[in-house]
T-cell receptor
């Protein structure tokens, strides 16, 4: 079956602009995660959804970052007033059903965001 | 809170030689442990995971890892590497008791297999 997909694969924007990054999880997966991977580093957790609600948003760096999952499937990560430091690969993962901590997370290919 | 340290940022290794990638973690609670691989221009893929039971875990592509609770380590090994094993490898942990499964990753180890 289809894996996790993310669009766009690459996004170049100018400092101060607004961007939206989209994630389509695997069908039937109730949990969805966003991570950010800066150059030369491991992924860092941003936010976790269980169904439609954000169960844990402790990784969002500041209030410029926001994510939604209105129907419990597709999720959008929104970044306002982008800064050069936001440049990174944004990864989405899904898992489930169920909330077991041992569930495998399936990752998408990522969106590479470049802020000029 | 948890943290993960991957002691080697790069590991060059010759084809058919063994490789070991080191991972140490710190946590105040019990954790699940994972190794992920990221091939060039691809997404992260799960190699193996430790949840409970036997401390020696076998994964895909001939990799295995051993959980050592006293040393808080989860080192990854392969007895004979192939050119196709050239990739970046990430060790990760999640909180055993927390709802959901947010992963805390190490900084990664880049493996370069030479012919």
């Amino acid at each position: 079956g289809a894996g996790v997909s993310q669009t766009p694969s690459n996004k170049v924007t100018e400092k101060g602009k607004y961007v939206e990054l989209r994630c389509d999880p695997i069908s039937g997966h109730t949990a969805l995660y966003w991570y950010r991977q800066s150059l030369g580093q491991g992924p860092e957790f941003l936010i976790y959804f269980q169904g439609t609600g954000a169960a844990d948003d402790s990784g969002l760096p500041n209030d410029r970052f926001f994510a939604v999952r209105p129907e419990g499937s597709v999720s959008t990560l929104k970044i306002q007033r982008t800064e050069r430091g936001d440049s990174a690969v944004y990864l989405c993962a899904s898992s489930g059903p169920g909330t077991s901590g041992g569930n495998e997370q399936f990752f998408g290919p990522g969106t590479r965001l470049t802020v000029l | 809170a948890q943290s993960v340290t991957q002691l080697d940022s790069q590991v060059p290794v010759f084809e058919e030689a063994p490789v070991e990638l080191r991972c140490n973690y710190s946590s105040s609670v019990s954790v699940y442990l994972f190794w992920y691989v990221q091939y060039p221009n691809q997404g992260l893929q799960l190699l193996l995971k430790y949840l409970s039971g036997s401390t020696l875990v076998k994964g895909i592509n001939g990799f295995e890892a051993e959980f050592n609770k006293s040393q808080t380590s989860f080192h990854l090994r392969k007895p004979s590497v192939h050119i196709s094993d050239t990739a970046e490898y990430f060790c990760a942990v999640s909180n055993f008791k927390a709802a959901g499964n947010k992963l805390t990753f190490g900084g990664g180890t880049r493996v370069l297999v030479k012919p």
